[in-house]
């Protein structure tokens, strides 16, 4: 039977189940049967997607607008309009919530739901279906309610068994963030809103008993409020078994005993904890009004890593206002000391209505025009510094936070009067890798495994058989493919068949369970 109402996005990739359509999902009320659920991500053909969506006859289409899939959005609307200028298209999500005047998909959509979209896109659809008694709205832009969040229907149920077998659980204790960091949305928010605990942990146990054993959390303060977060860690800790995976993103300097105590019972493999570290320099922390002691920072960081068995990832971001790259190469040096597990480096991006637009002329910020919006010049970091950070950030990914070289990376970044400087030493590797390959992607295992060889003995002048050894130790353990690298050949007496579990490296894992 046609669907009245259509609920649409693009995920990035399959594993990620979009939590926002099944909020408004759960909210439709005498809606529910004609409305569906439908996602995609961003590989699948945009002219086949839109075809799949008027099969389902819809009066109404509402499409979720994020970051990762606006330009893939954009093209779906206009063809979606083209096809079928008669349905209604809503359009919602943080990319279409902010500055919204001179975007192309919102002139060709009918209507937009800034903001909070959990109650106010049912009403919408009512409005437009004739259910309301009340006159279409003559605005396209309409701001969402925010209601208390006990007036919103939780959407859990909403996972299907699909989901819960194949894909992340997002989850959510809490809603907005107290704190003010500039480059993030969240800055926007007054406070943090918890949701009601003991409504949620038996929403969690219902997951549960239907099979559910990964569970990401995007509460951005998750220990916020630690009589909540403990009671929250002891739900998983009563209920572990092999195969439980919980993630949660931390405040870095929060980090009382009581919930050491409790992170301290996970075994290994169960429990990741998100850092949000950005930037280690006072002077720019206090020009994105962000609160954090550093001291208290790295102490927790080292903590955790040698009284726990969490899987600690940390984030760092370049190109913020007013860093240079002393100063990023100190706080990398400062954040790599702590041995966490890995480190995310990213560039900063301009998320439409995050503050941080507000130092765009005052430190000479230049963003690129499209999404993602990656700032692409700073007065203290120009195009070029900014374009060889890309590089860092990326090979960083691909070599050190692939976790297929960590003999090799540790070697390359060990502390020595000749390399006093982690970051410098890996900056040297990625300007010569570049300069060697022009390639930043397509880099197979056996590539990679040569070209560090060659940089460490030739370039760095260490021991051969030192080098050769590690990366045959960090080869055998985790890539060992139908083809020896060049450097290998006569010491790799017989190539390993992959183990599928074995190689998945630790990155994809984190981002096929957390995006």
């Not at 349905?87 to 990319?95: D, H």
């Not at 004739?130 to 006990?150: A, H, N, T």
């Not at 954090?292 to 899987?311: D, F, G, P, Y």
Request: hydrophobic share 40%; proline share 6%.
């Amino acid at each position: 039977m046609p669907s009245s109402i259509v609920l649409a996005t693009l995920n990035a990739r399959y594993i990620h189940a979009a939590l926002g359509l099944r909020y408004l999902m759960a909210n439709m009320g005498d809606l529910a049967p004609v409305t569906v659920l439908r996602e995609f991500t961003l590989q699948s053909k945009i002219h086949e997607v839109a075809d799949t969506l008027l099969a389902e006859s819809p009066r109404i289409i509402g499409l979720g607008v994020y970051i990762w899939n606006a330009p893939q959005t954009l093209e779906l609307v206009r063809l979606l309009k083209d096809k079928s200028p008669e349905t209604r298209i809503i359009l919602g999500g943080p990319e279409v919530s902010y500055e919204y005047d001179q975007q192309e998909i919102v002139r060709l959509a009918d209507y937009v739901i800034t903001g909070w979209g959990d109650i106010s896109f049912a009403k919408l659809c009512r409005n437009l279906l004739g259910l309301s008694g009340q006159p279409k709205p003559l605005m396209k832009i309409m701001v969402g309610e925010q209601p208390p969040l006990d007036e919103i229907a939780l959407p859990y149920a909403q996972y299907s068994d699909t989901d819960l077998a194949q894909r992340v659980l997002y989850v959510e204790a809490s809603r907005g963030c107290p704190f003010k960091c500039e480059f993030c949305l969240s800055s926007l928010d007054k406070t943090a809103w918890a949701f009601d605990l003991e409504l949620l942990l038996s929403e969690l146990q219902i997951l549960y008993e239907r099979g559910a054993r990964t569970f990401k959390f995007v509460d951005r303060t998750f220990n916020l409020k630690i009589e909540a977060s403990a009671r929250i860690l002891q739900f998983f800790l009563d209920r572990m078994s092999s195969d439980l995976f919980v993630h949660f993103e931390v405040i870095p300097d929060h980090l009382p005993d009581k919930l050491k105590n409790l992170i301290s019972q996970f075994p290994a493999g169960a429990l990741q904890l998100e850092v949000g570290v950005q930037s280690l320099n006072p002077t720019v922390q206090q020009i994105i009004s962000r609160r954090q002691n550093n001291e208290k920072t790295l102490e927790n960081l080292r903590w955790l890593v040698n009284e726990s068995k969490a899987h600690l990832h940390a984030d760092l971001i370049f190109g913020l206002p007013d860093e240079n790259l002393e100063s990023i190469a100190e706080g990398f040096d400062k954040l790599y000391a702590t041995q966490v597990h890995e480190i995310q480096l990213g560039i900063l991006k301009r998320l439409r209505g995050a503050p941080i637009a507000r130092h765009t002329a005052p430190y000479g910020m230049v963003y690129d025009d499209q999404p993602p919006y990656t700032v692409r010049q700073t007065h203290a970091l120009d195009a070029d510094t900014l374009q060889r950070l890309t590089r860092v950030a990326r090979y960083w990914d691909v070599i050190a936070n692939s976790g297929r070289f960590p003999r090799t990376v540790a070697i390359m970044l060990q502390v020595t009067p000749e390399n006093p400087s982690p970051f410098r030493a890996w900056l040297g590797f990625c300007d010569w890798f570049w300069h060697t390959t022009h390639k930043t992607h397509g880099l197979s295992p056996e590539c990679l495994v040569d070209s560090l060889f060659d940089y460490l003995t030739i370039q760095r002048k260490m021991a051969v058989e030192t080098v050769r050894q590690n990366l045959l130790e960090d080869y055998t353990a985790t890539s060992a493919r139908a083809a020896i690298p060049n450097c290998l050949r006569g010491v790799l007496k017989q190539v390993q068949a992959p183990n599928p579990r074995k190689s998945k490296t630790s990155l994809t894992q984190r981002q096929e369970r957390h995006g």
